[in-house]
């Protein structure tokens, strides 16, 4: 675990509108937790750069809210559920954390999601993507804030179902994730006249995709549906190349990255789908931002990582304007609060704390077409969040306030 103390003041931060009382913010500092896969399948979604994009917004605020220090807490929870729930329990108890921030995979947000509701404390979870963060598992003090795999799967699937796609065979990540990415995009198909012929589930983190392309094969299928991310995804891109599988099935991406582009080329995934909440190149303030962000870590930023910068920026800013970190205040001011910045677009956070915003379809850019480094995609559509996400009926949540 690593503390850091960003001590500096800018003057906005002195003359802000709201004065953080002396008893609103407590044990004299406002500290934030962020635990991710920091050495793993998804470090570079997420990891390292993650941190970065977290203490610029640190930064950004200042380094402190009203003279009281903003302090960053670090973790790898090694893509562990107990891990992650006993870290989270830990900085709870023992060093006062006030929010969580929670980074990839579903199952360890999950877990810390229990834990961190028992003591009232936030979680906003940028990079895991289950529905069930905010259905069967939500808490009134959760906000699944970047994406989620309806999200992400609804935009790929009925793009490629509009090409003509319509029989699927899956490879799916065997957890929480995995699962929920598969059964978003098996609906979309099976709903709009086309059919699911089998799936496979992979365990995480896995060397050796051939024997699951030889069963994609025989499917008879001719879409590839990949219901995984990170370095998963590009090993399953890799097999399909190897054993010839894009000769027959046109890849399907439910999860891709920019980092999966960039290790894996344009010429191997030109073409594909993919739906973000966001992108580097999108716009001049996302430009601004990302090569600011490329100075010191030297990649574009992920998506996960622009979403944690995001939630951590809109974080410090509902502490300021409510004068407290306390997490019922803060879930209130989330839940009531319309958020349009940088990252979020039409963003507004529902009951089951699900933040619902705009997400958009992208296709990568052939190599021809690339203008300059990390410049891999086209912006097909925007998707308004309502579309996106679905109807909130589709959650089984029960709670109604925080």
């Known amino acids: 675990m690593k503390i850091v103390t960003l001590p500096f003041v800018l003057a906005s931060s002195i003359l802000c509108t709201t004065v953080a009382q002396a008893n609103g913010i407590s044990n004299d500092a406002i500290r934030i937790g962020f635990i991710t896969d920091m050495s793993g399948v998804y470090a570079d979604t997420d990891g390292p750069g ?22 960053l807490l670090t973790a790898d929870h090694q893509n562990r559920a107990d891990i992650a729930a006993s870290k989270a329990r830990e900085w709870i108890d023992q060093n006062k954390v006030d929010v969580i921030i929670g980074g990839t995979n579903s199952a360890t947000t999950i877990a810390m999601m229990g834990v961190a509701a028992e003591k009232k404390v936030p979680v ?25 795999t309806q999200a992400t799967a609804y935009g790929v699937s009925s793009a490629v179902l509009k090409q003509g ?34 799936n496979v589930l992979v365990p995480l983190n896995t060397a050796d995709f051939s024997s699951y392309m030889l069963q994609a094969q025989t499917s008879g ?26 000769s027959s099935m046109r890849i399907a991406g439910l999860q891709v990255y920019i980092s999966d582009v960039h290790a894996l080329g344009l010429d191997a995934t030109q073409g594909m789908y993919r739906t973000s909440p966001w992108y580097w190149n999108q716009d001049d303030a996302s430009r601004t931002w990302s ?8 990649t574009m930023p992920t998506f996960n990582q622009a979403g944690n910068y995001s939630a951590v920026s809109n974080y410090l800013k509902a502490v300021n304007q409510t004068g407290t970190d306390d997490g019922a205040t803060i879930m209130g001011w989330f839940k009531s609060t319309p958020i349009s910045d940088m990252y979020i677009k039409n963003g507004k956070v529902r009951e089951n704390g699900l933040m619902v915003h ?23 559509s925007t998707i308004p969040g309502e579309e996106a996400f679905g109807p909130e009926s589709m959650s089984t949540c029960k709670l109604k306030s925080a």
């Open 291 to 298: 090569k600011k962000f490329y100075e010191k870590q030297k």
């Open 124 to 148: 906003i979870s940028v990079g895991a993507g289950a529905t069930s963060i905010t259905s069967e598992h939500c808490t009134p003090y959760t906000i699944h804030y970047a994406y989620n």
């Open 221 to 246: 299928a001719k879409i590839l549906g990949l219901a995984n991310a990170g370095n998963d995804f590009i090993g399953s891109i890799k097999a399909a190349h190897d054993f010839g599988v894009t």
């Open 358 to 380: 705009d997400m958009f379809l992208h296709e990568v850019k052939t190599p021809a077409d690339s203008k300059e480094p990390w410049d891999y995609f086209n912006i097909i």
């Open 165 to 198: 796609g319509k029989d699927w065979f899956f490879i799916t990540s065997d957890y929480a994730f995995g699962h929920a990415l598969q059964k978003t995009a098996s609906d979309v198909v099976n709903t709009s006249g086309g059919k699911s012929m089998g």
């Open 50 to 71: 993650g941190v970065l994009a977290i203490k610029m917004a640190i930064e950004e605020a200042g380094g402190n809210i009203n003279g009281k220090p903003i302090e």
